[in-house]
C-alpha cells in the first residue's frame, strides 16, 4: 500500500473519530470534564479540549498553523522564564497544542484561532503534540527549545 494512501485512509479514520466523538449527551452539563474525576491519561492532568492556558499580559506572540498531522513551526524557541501567547489557527479540524511538563494547552477548532499562555522556568527541551486522537501517532508534535536568557 502506497504511503500517500495509508495518509488518506489514517486520516479519514482520524475524522470519523472526530465527528463520532462530537456527538451530544444528555448530562446536561456544558462542559462535561468539569465533573469528571480524571480524564483517564497517564498525567493526571485535565484538559478540556476547548479550553485554552490563560496567557500573560504583554507576552510574546508565536503563531502556529496546525493541519493534518503537522504543526508549522515545528520548532519554537523561546527564553527560560519568558511569557508567550501560543497563537494556534486550525484549518480542518480540531487540534490542539499541549506540553505536559510546563502545563501548556491551546485548542482551535476548524477555521479557529485560539491563544494559550505559555512560561517555562528552565532550560531544555519540551515535545508539544496535538492529544486529538490518532494525532499524535501520525507524527502531529513539535520541540519547545527553552534557552537560558
Same mark, same amino acid.
Not at 486550525?90 to 506540553?99: G, K, M, N, P, Q
Not at 484561532?113 to 522556568?121: I, N, P, Q, S, V
Not at 490518532?134 to 534557552?147: A, F, K, N
Given at each position: ?19 463520532? /466523538?462530537? +456527538?451530544? &449527551? =444528555? ?6 470534564? !468539569? *465533573?469528571? @474525576? /480524571?480524564? +483517564?491519561? &497517564? =498525567? ?6 476547548? !479550553? *485554552?492556558? @490563560? ?95
Amino acid at each position: 500500500m502506497s504511503r500517500s494512501l495509508l495518509a488518506v485512509l489514517l486520516a479519514v479514520l482520524v475524522l470519523g473519530l472526530v465527528v463520532a /466523538g462530537c +456527538g451530544g &449527551d =444528555d448530562s446536561g452539563s456544558d462542559h462535561p470534564m !468539569e *465533573s469528571m @474525576p /480524571g480524564d +483517564g491519561t &497517564d =498525567d493526571g492532568m485535565m484538559h478540556d479540549s476547548h !479550553e *485554552s492556558t @490563560p496567557v500573560a499580559e504583554g507576552a510574546r506572540r508565536v503563531e502556529v498553523a496546525a493541519t493534518s498531522f503537522e504543526f508549522d513551526p515545528d520548532e519554537i524557541t523561546v527564553s527560560a522564564g519568558e511569557d508567550v501567547a501560543i497563537v494556534l489557527s486550525s484549518d480542518d479540524v480540531l487540534h490542539d497544542f499541549t506540553i505536559d511538563e510546563v502545563d501548556v494547552h491551546v485548542a482551535a477548532d476548524r477555521g479557529e484561532t485560539a491563544e494559550g499562555g505559555l512560561r517555562a522556568d528552565r532550560s531544555g527541551e519540551y515535545t508539544y503534540y496535538c492529544t486529538v486522537a490518532g494525532h499524535r501517532e501520525g507524527g502531529m508534535e513539535g520541540t519547545l527549545v527553552v534557552e537560558e536568557p
